[in-house]
């Protein structure tokens, strides 16, 4: 990978929160409280995830282990609070599932990479594991921000009629 991209990526991996920001903040402003619990909920696990990174990295230095179990299993629990949230109408059901459509295969990846890295002691995973998780937060605080642009797409055709 370029430089150019490893700086970004890196950039982008610490500041998910401060991205969701502004959708938090709109959601809030806008009342719709369904779409805010979504990006609230999402923004407290990526808080979670910088917040145990370093000391989950310095327990598992060495092993290569634990990190991913943790990941995956964050992920999960993401994905099953959304879902139940969903269910029980505490916000938008399109909008778990879309969220859920995004992170499947983020602790699916984490689990090959561990089994990749530990039984078959090979790196296939590597290349795959840098470009995909990247593209997968993108993909989740993208879904944070789709109710913001049904409304603007709903404001665009109201404008026109």
Same mark, same amino acid.
């Given at each position: 990978?370029?430089?150019?991209?490893?700086?970004?990526?890196?950039?982008?991996?610490?500041?998910?929160? +401060?991205? #969701?920001?502004? /959708?938090? &903040?709109?959601? %809030?402003?806008?009342?719709? =409280?369904?779409? @805010?619990? +979504?990006? #609230?909920?999402? /923004?407290? &696990?990526?808080? %979670?995830?910088?917040?145990? =990174?370093?000391? @989950?990295?310095?327990?598992?230095?060495?092993?290569?282990?634990?990190? %991913?179990?943790?990941?995956?299993?964050?992920?999960?629990?993401?994905?099953?609070?959304?879902?139940?949230?969903?269910?029980?109408?505490?916000?938008?059901?399109?909008?778990?599932?879309?969220?859920?459509?995004?992170?499947?295969?983020?602790?699916?990846?984490?689990?090959?990479?561990?089994?990749?890295?530990?039984?078959?002691?090979?790196?296939?995973?590597?290349?795959?594991?840098?470009?995909?998780?990247?593209?997968?937060?993108?993909?989740?605080?993208?879904?944070?921000?789709?109710?913001?642009?049904?409304?603007?797409?709903?404001?665009?055709?109201?404008?026109?009629?």
């Amino acid at each position: 990978m370029p430089p150019w991209f490893e700086t970004s990526m890196r950039v982008l991996e610490n500041s998910w929160v +401060f991205i #969701l920001s502004p /959708a938090i &903040f709109v959601f %809030y402003l806008r009342k719709d =409280y369904l779409a @805010l619990r +979504f990006a #609230l909920v999402t /923004a407290a &696990f990526f808080l %979670y995830g910088a917040l145990i =990174y370093d000391s @989950l990295m310095s327990i598992d230095e060495g092993v290569y282990v634990y990190r %991913y179990v943790v990941w995956a299993f964050n992920d999960i629990a993401w994905m099953a609070l959304i879902a139940y949230l969903g269910i029980k109408d505490k916000l938008y059901l399109w909008q778990s599932v879309l969220g859920q459509l995004v992170v499947i295969s983020a602790p699916i990846l984490q689990l090959f990479r561990l089994v990749d890295r530990h039984l078959w002691d090979l790196s296939y995973s590597t290349m795959l594991y840098k470009t995909l998780l990247p593209l997968i937060n993108i993909g989740t605080v993208v879904v944070c921000y789709l109710p913001l642009l049904y409304l603007f797409m709903r404001k665009n055709r109201s404008l026109k009629s």
